[in-house]
């Protein structure tokens, strides 16, 4: 199995940047599938963005064009490098290991960790 740990998240202004890291540890991590998803309280958990074992990606479409998600096979880490941030954004992100099929994520588990919290203020 594939297990995750968020970081990155904080405090940001409206318009400014982050940048969230997963750090995956299992041996499986080269050949799975990796997303992002943030929930914000009384609202559903939606996927952001995800990335397949080839690094094909798929975005939300309200992040398109701010968001990029991206892979670094050698450090076991995929990032979520978020820019022009609106207080929309503000949620929990949570990353998760999944597969990609027929351009639908799956992902491996329905448990979710801590997660890193994103505040964008206005």
């Known amino acids: 199995q594939v297990q995750v740990v968020e970081s990155g998240g904080g405090l940001v202004q409206d318009g400014g940047s982050l940048r969230l890291s997963c750090v995956a540890s299992?041996?499986?991590?080269?050949?799975?599938?990796i997303a992002w998803y943030r929930q914000a309280p009384g609202k559903q958990r939606e996927l952001v963005a995800s990335i397949s074992f080839d690094s094909v990606t798929n975005y939300l479409d309200s992040v398109k064009g701010r968001f990029t998600i991206s892979r670094d096979n050698a450090k076991n880490t995929v990032y979520l490098e978020m820019n022009s941030l609106k207080p929309e954004d503000t949620a929990v992100y949570y990353c998760?290991?999944?597969?990609?099929?027929?351009?639908?994520?799956?992902?491996?588990?329905?448990?979710w960790g801590p997660g890193t919290q994103v505040t964008v203020s206005s």
């Open positions: 998760n290991a999944g597969a990609v099929l027929g351009g639908t994520y799956y992902p491996y588990s329905s448990s």
């Open positions: 299992g041996s499986t991590f080269n050949v799975v599938a």
